[in-house]
């Protein structure tokens, strides 16, 4: 008999991950997104669309959340009382603990289990082979409907709700961070005509892919992601101020995420390209 799962929100992450979806489970979805591409995109993961919330989460054994990082504890709140008492809703999205444990609060306050769940790599090209940590009373159940389901990189780790969510937004710091740093070193050294000169230093200094192929995959992740990333660094943020931690840099890496992912275009093949155009944007912007 097929397990109906409901997958809360319907983009990238929710596609890489219904694509081929194993046959014992039936996929439905909800997004507040609607039109011919979001169709289109159902159709060929083989999900059925959903028009209401509680129409995708009627008789469901779990709910995988997967909106963007401002609309996560909006989504526990709004369709809390449409998920069936007992049922398991996976809180997918990278946000802090404290949004996870709000979020918590409105799923269990409605019968439902909820369990913090961090993604910790990204999901394409990996799909259902990306690392999942999972944290909280209902880890263990999770952890094994998500094998089921054939994730393959499924790891518990001990902790309350949150704890998956602090591993992954304290790593953030640095990753997300890296990409900022990384976007302002190559726009500084283009602007001076140096970009050749401090790429090789770099190199220099650390073996490996070099310092030209991190650059453009770099600035390749925030002109395609760089919205999303500064919505999660803002959650970053919260995390780092919840310890203590005074988020300064944190901070630098929000704007500057942000400010590449408003350029809101497919980003262009190529160092070459992808300086040109941000730095094309910048000089319109002035």
Same mark, same amino acid.
């Given at each position: 008999?097929?397990?109906?799962?409901?997958?809360?929100?319907?983009?990238?992450?929710?596609?890489?991950?219904?694509?081929?979806?194993?046959?014992?489970?039936?996929?439905?979805?909800?997004?507040?997104?609607?039109?011919?591409?979001?169709?289109?995109?159902?159709?060929?993961?083989?999900?059925?669309?959903?028009?209401?919330?509680?129409?995708?989460?009627?008789?469901?054994?779990?709910?995988?959340?997967?909106?963007?990082?401002?609309?996560?504890?909006?989504?526990?709140?709004?369709?809390?009382?449409?998920?069936?008492?007992?049922?398991?809703?996976?809180?997918?999205?990278?946000?802090?603990?404290?949004?996870?444990?709000?979020?918590?609060?409105?799923?269990?306050?409605?019968?439902?289990?909820?369990?913090?769940?961090?993604?910790?790599?990204?999901?394409?090209?990996?799909?259902?082979?990306?690392?999942?940590?999972?944290?909280?009373?209902?880890?263990?159940?999770?952890?094994?409907?998500?094998?089921?389901?054939?994730?393959?990189?499924?790891?518990?780790?001990?902790?309350?709700?949150?704890?998956?969510?602090?591993?992954?937004?304290?790593?953030?710091?640095?990753?997300?961070?890296?990409?900022?740093?990384?976007?302002?070193?190559?726009?500084?050294?283009?602007?001076?005509?140096?970009?050749?000169?401090?790429?090789?230093?770099?190199?220099?200094?650390?073996?490996?892919?070099?310092?030209?192929?991190?650059?453009?995959?770099?600035?390749?992740?925030?002109?395609?992601?760089?919205?999303?990333?500064?919505? @999660?660094?803002?959650?970053?943020?919260?995390?780092? @101020?919840?310890?203590?931690?005074?988020?300064?840099?944190?901070?630098?890496?929000?704007?500057?995420?942000? @400010?590449?992912?408003?350029?809101?275009?497919?980003?262009?093949?190529?160092?070459?390209?992808?300086?040109?155009?941000?730095?094309?944007?910048?000089?319109?912007?002035?």
């Amino acid at each position: 008999m097929e397990r109906k799962i409901a997958l809360i929100g319907f983009g990238e992450a929710a596609r890489a991950f219904a694509t081929g979806h194993a046959r014992d489970f039936a996929l439905s979805a909800y997004d507040l997104k609607t039109g011919l591409e979001m169709n289109a995109a159902l159709a060929e993961a083989g999900v059925a669309g959903a028009g209401r919330p509680e129409e995708a989460l009627a008789g469901v054994v779990a709910a995988l959340s997967l909106v963007t990082a401002d609309q996560a504890l909006a989504a526990a709140r709004d369709y809390a009382s449409h998920l069936p008492s007992g049922a398991l809703w996976l809180d997918m999205n990278s946000v802090a603990p404290e949004t996870k444990s709000a979020a918590a609060a409105a799923i269990e306050g409605n019968g439902g289990r909820y369990v913090d769940v961090a993604v910790m790599a990204p999901v394409h090209p990996a799909g259902r082979g990306v690392p999942l940590l999972a944290s909280g009373p209902h880890a263990g159940a999770a952890a094994a409907l998500l094998q089921a389901m054939g994730f393959t990189q499924v790891r518990v780790i001990e902790g309350s709700i949150g704890a998956a969510s602090a591993v992954k937004m304290i790593r953030s710091v640095v990753v997300k961070g890296i990409e900022a740093l990384t976007a302002e070193c190559m726009l500084a050294a283009e602007a001076a005509g140096v970009r050749d000169e401090v790429l090789a230093s770099l190199d220099a200094s650390e073996r490996g892919r070099s310092w030209a192929e991190r650059a453009d995959y770099n600035l390749d992740r925030m002109l395609v992601h760089g919205t999303r990333r500064a919505a @999660e660094m803002e959650e970053a943020a919260r995390t780092l @101020e919840a310890l203590g931690i005074e988020p300064a840099m944190t901070r630098g890496t929000i704007r500057r995420q942000r @400010e590449i992912g408003a350029i809101g275009q497919t980003a262009p093949e190529g160092l070459d390209a992808k300086l040109g155009l941000i730095l094309d944007r910048k000089a319109k912007a002035a």
